[in-house]
């Protein structure tokens, strides 16, 4: 039986770098890593990716990646942690609701689901993913 994910489990970080070697060799040598680069599951050709592998070259429970070509930049408030939802719908109302705002609405990202961000109460970037 799988069980399904409450609305706070963590399900993908991004942290956005200007050099993406540059970068790799950090977390490489902070967190012994390997990555795996990949194209934006958007299309967007000016967006690049690596994604996190756990040491054994396997994807983590809870994976991520180093981005680059976003509008997002290196800062003390660059990175975005995402929150698995079963209903993105229903948590962007929620949010609002609790005194948030919808920074981009639902988003279609591929095979991966659907995606959008929220500015919390108090003033961070939320992701919150679904698969529907």
Known sequence: MTETPSAATLCWFE?????LDRAERFYRAL???SFTREASATGD???ALSMFDSADGARPPVCGCLIQGTPLKPATAGVTVY???????GSLERAVAAGGSVLLPRTAIGPYGFFAHIQDCEGNRIGLHSRA
Do not use: Q
């Open 15 to 19: 942290i956005p770098v200007l050099d």
């Open 31 to 33: 967190l012994g890593c």
């Open 45 to 47: 050709p000016n967006v």
């Open 83 to 89: 929150f698995d939802t079963p209903d993105l719908a």
